[in-house]
């Protein structure tokens, strides 16, 4: 038996519980973000069925894609993206970049996706609660900026918006800042939006009650 196993299964089953309340039609799709393990503990996760995994930095992607290489692993970028690490990380063929958080870097990653010849599937960061530490666009331009990526970078196949619920104890603030990146996130529904990633260890099962179809969740099962 996996390490792993207990607290998989009570993850599934907390989100279980919400989404057969909220909607059960609904698909969740869980990415693991393994940017604290090592390819042991990816490939333990592996065997108890988890495909898809979130990391925050270029340099630990590429080692842990390269040590995994046998496996048939979904790899998702989750961290902030300096514009040097750009090429590295389209070589190594993400399935999704969760954090691209501005037009300035959409058109930086397209104009390296033209020359390489290549298609990267992308969502819009949000920073819902307009919090200084935190990258993305404001609410407020969100979806102004997603329409110009889309008619702009040709490269990039924007799949939806994703967002870090806001820091803090009150959990009216963090339903607030899920309601506002779902509120975005239906509004490009018919512009091929497809996921709404948010939600992670200490929020996921709000963020489900919100309309996420996407959670990051990493301490929730490596801690
Ligand atoms: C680390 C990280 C997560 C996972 O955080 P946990 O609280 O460990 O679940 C999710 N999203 C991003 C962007 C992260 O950096």
Redesign the pocket.
């Known amino acids: 038996m996996s390490f792993y196993e207990d607290k998989f299964d009570q993850v599934l089953a907390n989100i279980e519980k919400v989404r057969l309340r909220v909607n059960q039609h609904q698909i969740i799709k869980i990415i693991a973000?393994s940017?604290?393990v090592d390819a042991h503990a990816i490939s333990s996760m592996y065997d108890i069925g988890q495909r898809a995994f979130?990391e925050?930095k270029v340099q630990d992607l590429k080692i842990k894609v390269e040590a995994l290489e046998e496996l048939p692993l979904e790899w998702h970028f989750?961290?902030r993206l300096q514009s040097n690490k750009i090429n590295h990380l389209i070589d190594l063929n993400p399935s999704l970049l969760?954090?691209c958080s501005c037009l300035e870097m959409a058109k930086e990653i397209d104009k390296r996706l033209e020359v390489k010849n290549k298609k990267m599937n992308v969502l819009l960061q949000i920073n819902s609660a307009n919090e200084q530490e935190k990258a993305g666009v404001t609410p407020e331009n969100a979806q102004q900026i997603y329409e110009e990526i889309l008619s702009t970078c040709k490269h990039i196949k924007l799949k939806g918006v994703m967002s870090?619920g806001a820091h803090s104890d009150d959990e009216k603030l963090i339903r607030k800042s899920f309601e506002t990146t779902y509120k975005i996130f239906e509004s490009l529904k018919n512009k091929d939006a497809k996921y709404c990633s948010m939600g992670?260890?200490?929020d996921y099962e709000l963020a489900v009650e919100c309309g996420a179809n996407m959670l990051?969740?990493?301490?929730?099962f490596?801690?």
């Open positions: 973000v940017k604290s979130g925050n989750i961290g969760h954090s870090i992670m260890s200490n990051r969740l990493g301490s929730a490596f801690k």
